[in-house]
């Protein structure tokens, strides 16, 4: 558990760093933000955190109950750092409620399928990563935001940090979007082994 709150930790750094470097624009934030991300993916691989995406794509079925009290995990890392945010003179929160409208008005369905294009990136940079080729990882991570592809640990960082008043309003529909989210990533974390035959796979 220690892992994965640590993983959420880092992720919730990389998403502060991204809505800090992005209160200037209208959703996303800038390709510098998405780039400083990959901090938090880089620190995932080298302490070999818990992370759920970084560990969707590897696990066996038997597994399936430690992948999400791994997320669970990652959950409560994001929001220690979610309460920090609300210490900065930036105006996180609004960056944050940004993204989140944005996700509520693609959709359900939409963002669930968008979520497997970043479980796909995800699993792809992880395992180069693995045997220290990092240039996917550096690609991916800002290639994967610069399309919105909803990244679930990430997401509900976001999520955390928007005005308490905005979440409640609109809580009903994020408890439905969320698990979108979740699933699309492991669908996209796993898309390898559903296209690929074994021995095509690294």
Known sequence: MRSSIFAGIAIGTAGFGFLASGIQSEVYGSLVGAVLFSFGLLT?????LKLYTGTAGFIRRNEVGELFMILLGNII????VALLT???PMDIQAAAQRILELRLKTGFLRCGLLAIG?????TTAVQFARQEKFLPLLFGVPLFIVCGFPHCVAD?????CVPVSFLGANLSDVLILYPC?????LIGCNLYRIVLSKDQII
């Open 44 to 48: 995932v691989v080298g302490y070999k």
């Open 77 to 80: 890392g994001c929001l220690c």
């Open 86 to 88: 609300r210490m900065s």
């Open 118 to 122: 970043c479980g796909f990136i995800m």
């Open 156 to 160: 509900v960082f976001y999520f955390l």
């Open 181 to 185: 989210i979740v699933l699309g990533n």
